[in-house]
């Protein structure tokens, strides 16, 4: 059973628009939540968190919105760039402290 | 700052073989994490290990193994190789500390093909 789900494989964008990337989990008792972000040959990099006190979390260009009633969160780019093409892992703690993640969504970010 | 490295980059192994991926953690980690990403899927836990003992594990078989060495290196072994077994393996490690989340750093990992 996936617990957590990300279900856009893939995403297009215009450079200097809006990039929104989805994420569903299932278990209400999740309180961490974190967004990855993986280039080919390299290991996914950490982006930005929220933890379940939140709504809302900016870091720069990139914002996460947690809809903890939906159990569904959100992570966007504002203005999307061209070095943003990437796939990005949405992932979640679980009670044990170990990271669950989402299948990625690749996000192209077209000149 | 050294950051986490993997050896080997790519293998290629045949079915029933075994197979032994290192891992260097980020210096002053003492928790490393191993994952599988198949393809077209996220990273999925296989196990962790926190001062040298074994800290968690995930829906994995026993033929799936790991060490931790005390200079926190660490190695993650699997025995009877299956086809199902190629993947991109990645190594992850954080300093665990009094919060409850630690970012976790990750290798840029091994690809393991199993013919």
């Known amino acids: 059973d996936q617990q957590v789900k990300q279900n856009s494989p893939s995403l297009s964008v215009q450079e200097g628009r809006i990039s929104i990337l989805n994420c569903d989990y299932t278990n209400s008792m999740f309180d961490y939540f974190l967004w990855y972000k993986k280039y080919p040959a390299e290991g996914p990099t950490f982006l930005i968190s929220?933890?379940?006190?939140?709504d809302k979390n900016e870091d720069g260009r990139f914002t996460v919105f947690l809809n903890k009633s939906a159990k569904h969160l959100s992570l966007h780019i504002v203005p999307s760039q061209p070095g943003d093409s990437a796939v990005y892992f949405c992932?979640?703690?679980?009670?044990?402290?170990?990271?669950?993640f989402g299948q990625g969504t690749e996000l192209s970010v077209k000149p | 700052e050294t950051g986490v490295t993997q050896s080997p980059t790519h293998l290629i192994k045949t079915r029933g073989q075994q197979v032994t991926l290192r891992c260097s953690s980020q210096?002053?980690?003492?928790?490393v994490s191993w994952y599988q990403q198949a393809l077209g899927q996220g990273p999925q836990f296989i196990f962790q290990y926190y001062r040298e003992e074994e800290n968690g594990r995930g829906n994995f078989p026993p033929r799936f193994s790991g060490l931790q060495f005390p200079n926190y290196s660490s190695e993650l072994n699997v025995n009877a190789l299956e086809l199902d077994d190629s993947a991109l393996y990645l190594c992850?490690?954080?300093?665990?500390?009094?919060?409850?989340?630690?970012?976790?750093?990750f290798g840029p990992g091994t690809r393991l093909t199993v013919l």
């Open positions: 992932a979640v703690y679980n009670q044990g402290g170990k990271l669950i």
């Open positions: 210096s002053g980690h003492n928790t």
């Open positions: 992850a490690s954080n300093l665990r500390g009094s919060g409850a989340y630690n970012e976790q750093f």
């Open positions: 929220i933890s379940s006190i939140k």
